[in-house]
């Protein structure tokens, strides 16, 4: 991943340079309304060239290969950086005067006649480095010192604008280098990308501008993402590599009509969004990089490791939603994966060994947990979640009990009557049913009928998808009937990006079956009970519950949905999701934001303490979390009075290897609801940030 996916590190430079932007780096809020100032066939969006004039050779063979006259190319910014001598700026210049340049931050400070202590202008955010930002302020300050020395030079950059709207077979396109709010602003970033709220900021600016695609550059780390409105792209660097183990830049070109050599695209209603690779000479570069910069220079310590070798990212981790690989990034793939003709190479696929290893490879998270109160239940359980069925018709990529199609587990008819004896017997105030997709199971009818009958509150976890197939859709007049409470599974507001975790078209229907769902009074009459849950996509905490339950409400208000709660649930390291990340490698990064961000606050909270879940096999557990894992409840009885750590950890090695079941409690009516936790490192991803649980944040404030 990029730089802000990396650990941060402590802040020793506390000045301006190089972190802030400057009041004139500030985009009027109208710069994209008016009419748009170049129409074309096709067009090359051309960002980070960073002074690289094999790269621009490059951009010339692109041009040149079109079969159209009209053909327009922006530069949007960075066009210089490691130039260093005047000599290589104005060959640059001179390269690019048959284009149209905007300034991009690097330009913006170029051309100042007065240094005002921002340094480059990168407005580098806090997970990069001190060194690292030192160094670019030291990489543009030996540029700017060489221009001064050549005025005529600086003066190219005067009246150079940052904004640039362009029509492409009549859709609006709007350029700049940062963002739609700040030359130098990172929230065109990956990492901002990947946040929800800010998915839904940038598709309200493009809604409100008209525009169909945004792109921008800045941050050197590709990103593309497909939203209600548009499309959003950040091409990373036309003149370095972006990718591990490539040695090409990337642009991005929007036509009608698709070029072969795609890495990644997307298609919006017959216009082609493709990051294009920009293949110039790398040996060629490099030893014209090596003559330019010393190797302790500062242009080396930070760049010649990425010329060598790129970056870590590999092309997926570009890909937020709605789009898809390209012809040659498919093409790189399959030969990557031979060794030789007519042979391929075997794929390591991650185990859940592999997964249960990296996490108990981490500092143990109950040794974070201050209050031994925190680590036993409470006395009186209000909620029994049962995991009903491991089935599902769905396989989504965050799934944490890895359900699918193909799974035919299924809780037994005793199992399911001793659940109801011991809720009913033991006061529980609600009974959770959750999967797979709960209304796969064969008894899914008799079982919601008797435990209405049991408890006041009978919940339905559903993907809502199952009651779209032919045999599950009498089940809406049964929880209509019976008033169960709906918990829609809805883990993003845009289409792309919900599909893309659960499913090519199951958005549309998801929102088909909200409508149906508002038709029965749920959501609306203040009796059905609908709620939403929202994972985020990427590996990042979610935000601020109320905030993100307010954009869901303004967006599914704008398709005549209404809801009760939504829930916000971190998505937690473990099964399907926990191998994905470390397939991508982005555990560790993704572990290190969980356990940075602890929230002792949320520890007596933590849905363990409050309810017991059952699984298919009868088997107790803490938390839906450990029954995916296979980590049994506690059978320890805890000694009475008050407890301290060592007390527990005595019944938690006593208890060990004895099997927890719902029968224990429907056979024994005096058995102790209370009884020791037992924590794994998955647990982190419930007590970060504002908490998580099935219910959503722990902390509201």
Known sequence: MSSCASIGQKRRLFKDAGRACPVDYRIAADAFRGRPEIECDVLYVIGGLY??????????ALVESESTASVEVVLNGDIHWFDKIAANFADIERRI?????????????????????????????????????????????????????????????????STLLASVAGRRVAITHGDEKLLGGWDNSRESLQDILRQDEVDTFMAKNNLDVFTTTHTCAPAAIRLARGVVVNNGAAGLPNFAGEHFGLCIRIAEKPHKDSLFECELDGLFIQAIPV????????????????????????????????????????????FRLGEAARAELADAQKTEPGHKRAIAHTTKGDVHAALESLLYFDDMIEDNADRVTEHALSTMQVNITAKCNLACAHCHVES????????????????????RERGFRTIDITGGAPETHPEIEWFLREAADTVPNVMLRSNLV??????YERLLDLIEELNVEVVASLPNVFKAESDAQRGNNTYDVTIEMLRMLNERGYGC???????????????????????????????????GIQFDNLFAVANNPIGRYGAKLLDDGTFEAYMNTLMDAFNSEACPNIMCRHQMTVGWDGRVYDCDFNHA??????????????????????????????????FDYANDPDRPLKRPIVFGNHCYACTAGFGSSCGGTLVQE
């Open 51 to 60: 002074g690289n004039p094999f790269a621009a050779s490059a951009v010339d």
């Open 97 to 161: 005067a048959q284009y149209r340049p905007l300034v991009g931050n690097v330009e913006a400070e170029l051309r100042r006649q007065e240094d005002i202590g921002v340094g480059c202008g990168c407005a580098y955010p806090e997970c990069t480095s001190d060194e690292s930002v030192a160094r670019s302020n030291r990489i543009h300050k030996m540029l700017s010192f060489a221009l001064d020395s050549d005025p005529e030079l600086k003066q190219m950059l005067e009246g150079r604008p």
């Open 279 to 322: 293949r110039y000479d790398h040996d060629a570069f490099l030893r014209w990089f090596d003559e330019l910069w010393a190797p302790a220079s500062a242009a080396a310590i930070s760049y010649r490791s990425r010329i060598i070798d790129g970056p870590e990212d590999r092309i997926r981790d570009s890909l937020l939603g709605g």
């Open 404 to 423: 699918s199609p193909a799974r035919t587990e299924a809780m037994s008819r005793d199992v399911l009557e001793a659940v109801l004896n011991v809720a």
């Open 466 to 471: 199952i009651l779209k197939e032919p045999g």
């Open 525 to 559: 009459d203040g009796m059905h009970v609908l709620d939403v849950v929202f994972n985020p996509q990427e590996p990042i905490l979610p935000p601020l519950q109320k905030d993100v339950e307010e954009m869901y409400r303004k967006r599914l208000g704008n398709l």
């Open 629 to 662: 894992i296979g980590l049994g409840a506690s059978a320890a009885i805890l000694p009475e009075g008050t407890l301290a750590r060592a007390d527990i950890d005595r019944a938690l090695l006593g208890g060990e290897g004895k099997s927890l079941t719902i």
